[in-house]
Nanobody, 116 residues
């Protein structure tokens, strides 16, 4: 079992920045890949960025050049640095862990609201 807790969401003006954090606990050695997803009202949940246990990263085209995913292994914490935020980035952001067992763990989500 892996538990994930997000923090760092909030309200920001367009062009601003936020940093989301996701702290993992439990059987963290079962984590294969971690990722950030987001879901805007009326839309499907979409992948924003992912990072493998080895540190390889992928970022969605819609946020490339603005968002950066990283992880501090010593703190068991994954981050999403979001710069140059746009109103269309408004969504609930979820932390995800893809486990070696084939299961997935999800955080509770954190709201990000970007005002124009």
């Amino acid at each position: 079992q892996v538990q994930l807790v997000e923090s760092g969401g909030g309200l920001v003006q367009a062009g601003g920045s936020l940093r989301l954090s996701c702290k993992a606990s439990g059987n963290i050695f079962s984590i294969r890949t971690q990722a950030w997803y987001r879901q805007a009202p009326g839309k499907q949940r979409e992948l924003v960025a992912s990072i493998s246990w080895g540190g390889s990263t992928n970022v969605a085209d819609s946020v490339k050049g603005r968002f950066t995913i990283s992880r501090d292994n010593a703190k068991n914490t994954m981050y999403l640095q979001m710069n140059s935020l746009k109103p269309e980035d408004t969504a609930v952001y979820y932390c995800n862990a893809d486990l070696l067992t084939g299961f997935q763990s999800w955080g509770q989500g954190t709201q990000v609201t970007v005002s124009s």
